[in-house]
């Protein structure tokens, strides 16, 4: 039944995507030297300033500075000087295809739609995108051969992971009306019974898996030690990563003993001690922070970067909502302890970056309404210069990491021999990372985005 809607839909899909589609069909054998940028690497390496580099067949063939790189005879020139090239992004923590943008839920979640977030992200620099533990498998993994079949129009590179709780429990009120409907969570309640799930997974070779291990302040059954651990013992004799939502400083204590590979959120209520980040120094976990998630203060002023590729009526909603920040998107006061936990997230996020966990770009994007597919990267990582990390590890931190963990070996880095997924900035990021905003061009593959096409598609629905 699932299969056959998703049938339906990409055939919906095709048809509306086609005039970006043609728009964007790249040259495929045509070779392009993009000269005079800087180029930021996405790794620990400075940036080349004055730099050139080759794009053939949507790879990276040659890079350096300007005047060493050859290109082969009769290859275009695009002559980016002034400008800033750096990695597309990669997040590796949103909600994909529940926000339809005018309603939200499970009835959105169509394999159109799904593209359609994944278009957003790509419109905003974003050249893989992870739906973590709320994406159904069968469809998720259809989407992903199609995408790689290379019949759907350009989007940012699906990635999704299943989810695994306790029956009752997993995501949060909102998220689990829509995964509830889905069934999106393989909810377990036995050692063995946990296992099983983990073996189904592997068998389908998927690489990762979400669980929540939480009781929502004593209203939710909380998955038990004895459980997670099986998963986490289980997943790493398959390969397969853990990837867990605590939330608390006991809880991520013993989900990052008993082996979890991937934060997807961080303490916000009590401040780190130091028996956490003696086991952080020691295991060193990925960690993506989901600061943002709820923030939307830069909609609540006139700004075209976060409510052009949104409908009027949503800014109008969001700008007319007043419940305290953070809690809801809304443009109301900050909440009577916003001070307080901002001392709490500064003081908690430096000691985590202290003790070596890997920080990679995860925003929890699509779990309520009213959130944005994109933007919301920009502003996490604004977010964590913001608590004091410098802005050359922020980009780090949103490009190769992320990549590494996703096991993207052909993105996250401006290299030879890697896919040309870059986004082209009028200002450096480097001098100000609020400069990531300033998109000129998004190439995905090699190929322009086509961003106007994007933007008219957005403005004239409905
Ligand atoms: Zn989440």
Not at 306 to 330: C, G, K, N
Request: aromatic share 6%; with cysteine.
């Amino acid at each position: 039944m699932r299969r056959t809607n998703v049938l339906v839909c990409w055939i919906i899909a095709a048809s509306v995507g086609s005039v970006a589609a043609h728009a964007q069909a790249p040259r495929p054998s045509g070779a392009v030297l993009f000269e005079g940028a800087r180029l930021i690497i996405g790794d620990v390496s400075a940036p080349v300033e004055n730099g050139s580099f080759v794009v053939e067949n949507g790879r990276i063939t040659a890079l350096g500075r300007r005047g060493t790189v050859t290109a082969p005879r009769g290859a275009a020139r695009v002559d980016l000087t002034g400008k800033t090239v750096m990695p597309a992004m990669v997040n590796v923590h949103v909600h994909i295809g529940y926000e339809g943008y005018t309603s939200w839920g499970a009835q959105n979640y169509t394999a159109s739609n799904v593209l359609d977030h994944l278009q957003r992200a790509a419109f905003y620099g974003i050249g893989a995108t992870q739906s973590v533990g709320s994406s159904p498998t069968d469809a998720s993994i259809q989407l992903q051969k199609d995408q790689q079949a290379g019949t759907l129009p350009p989007a940012s590179r699906f990635f999704f992971m299943p989810g695994m709780a306790p029956p009752g429990g997993g995501p949060d009120a909102v998220l689990r009306v829509g995964t509830t409907t889905l069934k999106a969570i393989n909810e377990v309640s036995t050692a063995e019974e946990a296992r099983s799930a983990v073996r189904a997974m592997a068998a389908k070779n998927i690489r990762s898996v979400k669980i929540w291990v939480d009781d929502r302040r004593g209203t939710y059954p909380k998955m038990t030690p004895e459980i997670y651990t099986a998963i986490i013992d289980e997943a790493h004799t398959h390969r397969m990563l853990v990837n867990v939502h605590a939330t608390t400083l006991p809880d991520q204590k013993a989900v990052v003993k008993a082996g979890a590979d991937v934060l997807v959120h961080m303490v916000q209520n009590e401040a780190l001690d130091e028996e956490y980040l003696a086991i952080l120094r020691e295991k060193k976990p990925y960690w993506a922070t989901v600061i943002g998630l709820g923030d939307r203060t830069e909609v609540c002023e006139p700004n075209a970067f976060f409510e052009e590729a949104l409908p009027p009526q949503l800014v109008a909603s969001i700008r007319a909502t007043t419940e305290a920040r953070p809690l809801a998107p809304s443009c109301g006061p900050p909440s009577p302890n916003a001070a307080t936990r901002e001392k709490m997230l500064t003081g908690n996020f430096q000691k985590m970056i202290a003790a070596g966990v890997r920080l990679v770009l995860g925003t929890d994007t699509g779990i309520h309404p009213g959130h944005t597919f994109g933007t919301g990267d920009h502003h996490e990582i604004a977010r964590w210069v913001q608590l004091g990390l410098s802005a050359s590890d922020a980009i780090v931190a949103a490009t190769s990491r992320p990549a590494e963990l996703l096991g993207i070996t052909d993105a996250g880095t401006l290299a030879v021999g890697k896919s040309a997924d870059f986004v082209v900035l009028h200002a450096n990021p480097l001098e100000n990372i609020l400069n990531t905003r300033t998109i000129a061009d998004v190439y995905l593959r090699g190929a322009k985005l086509d961003r106007v096409a994007l933007l008219a598609k957005w403005k004239n629905a409905r």
